[in-house]
């Protein structure tokens, strides 16, 4: 197993910034892709920004120049910058990771963060 603990968020003014962190911890040893998605009231969750463990970034293209994804190896740790937010930006943000071992790939998800953005 894995567990995801999030922090971050909140609520913050338009054209501000957001900062959200993701530490991974448990049994599994390797993992490989980790990131953000997002999901708005009615809406389906979506990817913001997930990178592998190689350091391939892929970002959704809402959020593409404004936003940055780090990843620390060394502690499973993601942090996603999030720069000139807007009131669409307002959602539910879900930490993930991908994480494999013998018997294939296992998805793990955090509980959730909730970010508001005032206009």
């Known amino acids: 197993q894995v567990q995801l603990v999030e922090s971050g968020g909140g609520l913050v003014q338009a054209g501000g910034s957001l900062s959200l962190s993701c530490t991974a911890s448990g049994t599994f040893s390797n993992i490989d892709d980790m990131g953000w998605f997002r999901q708005a009231p009615g809406e389906q969750r979506d990817l913001v920004a997930l990178?592998?463990?190689?350091?391939?970034?892929t970002y959704s293209d809402s959020v593409k120049g404004r936003s940055t994804l780090s990843r620390d190896n060394s502690d499973s740790t993601v942090i996603l910058q999030l720069n000139n937010v807007v009131p669409a930006d307002t959602a539910v943000y879900y930490c993930?990771?991908?994480?494999?071992?013998?018997?294939?790939?296992?998805?793990?998800w955090g509980p959730g963060i909730q970010v508001t953005v005032s206009s």
């Open positions: 990178t592998t463990s190689s350091g391939r970034t």
């Open positions: 993930k990771a991908i994480a494999s071992d013998w018997q294939g790939r296992h998805e793990f």
